[in-house]
């Protein structure tokens, strides 16, 4: 009995961790042998980037709980959690991250957040920063359809935020992380209370072919099985600073310490985004334009966008905000696409922003 019950209790923890592995045998030994050279060298190649960096240039804010939750077949996400105390406390903000961030990106603005009196939940996309990566290569950008995020943040919901975190919810968006949040609206109505999104992506900003040619490229090579090749260049930074060219942001300090991150921990970096995820990200803008889709998205937002931004469409933001039941917008002029990584002037202008829209938020500490 006590053979089987030692058995049994593995492969619970096994089914916990990994999904399902399917195993049973009375004497437990081989299996135990087998399950730890398989399923065990798999997790291995997950757990080191569990673990938040901290590094001095970087200081994360606080103590939070991190780790892995699974959201899909065989997909870990990694999320980091921090909580102030009870008393302080305003409800939680989700942060959304853009394509090719990862949590420790956003330690500035969680410190922000967390002075405002907020809770804070990141996590990182399927395919980038700490979570699981789809493709053989690591370092490219993709997906196969947007709603693969969508389930990306109700699992985090449902599994984190729901029974772990004070409410109210609110979200957080930037880029490709506002975009989902639009497509998860409808679901998530009834969880979320507001949300604020940053340099939304409803459409490619300044490029040498129509949006039309570029989904047309993209589907086609999807289609003939080229879906893995790259189709907007292997890198996201440029090697030198330059404050007229760079298209990120405009403050050469939040340049430079990304790159060094970036040199320091490769393995939370990918590159260039991949035909398959420029095809999927084209759906998605279709999808958002749909009247009967915007009218489903009841929950009240405020659209921000960065005024010099040429990586976003923001024309798409404005006719967007037109169509809302509970919309809002503003631009800040002189920013460029990564709001949350600019100039001090230009963040504090988004902070209080979204101090004015999110309830229960002050100018000041708590």
């Not at 996400?77 to 909580?83: D, E, G, H, Q, T």
Request: with cysteine.
């Amino acid at each position: 009995m006590s053979s089987f019950k030692a058995t049994f209790a593995f492969q619970f923890q096994c089914n916990s961790l990994f999904g399902q592995c399917n195993f049973w045998n009375p004497s437990g030994v081989p299996i135990i042998i087998w399950v730890l050279e398989v399923e065990l060298s798999r997790f291995r190649e997950i757990i080191p980037s569990v673990l938040l960096k901290n590094p001095p240039y970087r200081p994360m804010p606080g103590e939070p709980v991190s780790g892995l939750i699974e959201t899909g077949k065989g997909v870990m996400v990694r999320y980091a959690l921090w909580r102030l105390s009870a008393s302080s406390r305003k409800g939680t903000v989700i942060v959304l991250q853009g394509r090719s961030e990862y949590i420790e990106k956003q330690y500035e603005l969680i410190s922000d957040l967390l002075d405002n009196g907020h809770d804070v939940l990141s996590f990182d996309w399927r395919g980038q920063g700490g979570s699981s990566r789809l493709l053989e290569n690591k370092k490219a950008g993709y997906v196969d359809d947007f709603d693969e995020y969508v389930e990306d943040l109700t699992e985090i919901l449902q599994q984190i935020a729901l029974p772990d975190c004070k409410g109210p919810f609110y979200i957080l968006g930037h880029s490709t992380g506002s975009l989902v949040a639009l497509l998860a609206a409808p679901q998530i109505a009834n969880q979320i209370t507001r949300m604020v999104l940053c340099s939304p992506f409803l459409g490619i900003g300044r490029q040498p072919i129509s949006p039309y040619a570029v989904k047309l490229l993209a589907g086609a090579l999807a289609a003939f099985g080229l879906g893995e090749v790259y189709l907007t260049g292997r890198t996201t930074e440029a090697p030198t600073w330059n404050e007229a060219t760079n298209i990120h942001t405009s403050s050469e300090e939040h340049y430079k310490q990304n790159r060094k991150f970036s040199s320091e921990f490769p393995d939370l970096c990918i590159g260039g985004a991949t035909a398959s995820w420029v095809f999927a990200a084209c759906k998605a803008f279709e999808r958002i334009k749909d009247p009967d889709f915007c009218a489903q998205i009841t929950t009240p937002l405020l659209i921000i966008n960065a005024g010099s931004d040429v990586v976003v469409n923001n024309r798409e933001s404005e006719l967007l905000v037109r169509k809302l039941r509970s919309g809002s917008f503003l631009t800040i002029e002189g920013a460029r696409h990564e709001i949350w990584q600019e100039k001090a002037y230009l963040r504090e202008q988004f902070m209080a922003a979204f101090k004015a829209f999110v309830p229960g938020s002050d100018h000041g500490k708590p």
